[in-house]
């Protein structure tokens, strides 16, 4: 059962040396099986990955979930709260860290760090913490690389594609 209440407050944040604040998520995604026609049993297999409205500037663009790291938790549980928590999906790790970025805040004019790992979604939940205050929708790589607002995002779905397509990884084994 998941936890139905998501963390608050920033007395638990870290920050790196420099006191940027650490934020950390994932890039869920999926493997989507679809015909290419009717009368052939031919399937094609389509990457989807799942964006979620941003809980502050509702219609301007969405994200892939993400927030603070906190201290009493390691990077990848920190990003898997943070994907439950926003998204309501679960997964696995079947990939490295993307990396990590420094952008400056849209609402607050500050610096972050920023990390994604990609998650391959396991499980979709019908009721999560922040339902009720953001949308998600799965997306094909085009799409969502239109419609994300941070342009670090769109480069960790870039890599994100990047490994996904070379062979012996995932995208090869669907």
Request: contains cysteine; glycine residues 8%.
């Amino acid at each position: 059962m998941a936890c139905l209440v998501s963390r608050s407050g920033r007395h638990l944040q870290r920050y790196d040396n420099i006191g940027r604040r650490i934020v950390v998520g994932c890039i869920p995604y999926r493997f989507k099986r679809m015909s290419r026609d009717l009368e052939e049993e031919d399937e094609l297999i389509i990457l989807e990955v799942l964006v979620v409205s941003s809980r502050k500037t509702r219609g301007q663009g969405m994200l892939f979930p993400k927030g603070g790291w906190e201290t009493d938790e390691s990077i990848e549980e920190a990003a898997t709260r943070e994907t439950l928590e926003e998204a309501g999906v679960r997964g696995h790790f079947d990939q490295e860290e993307l990396g990590q970025w420094n952008y400056k805040s849209k609402t607050r004019g500050i610096y972050h760090e920023g990390r994604l790992f990609p998650l391959l979604v396991t499980e979709q939940l019908d009721h999560w913490p922040e339902k009720d205050f953001r949308q998600r929708l799965w997306m094909n790589v085009g799409e969502a690389r239109e419609v994300c607002k941070w342009w670090w995002m769109k480069e960790a779905l870039d890599l994100l594609v990047d490994r996904l397509s070379k062979p012996n990884n995932s995208l090869n084994k669907a």
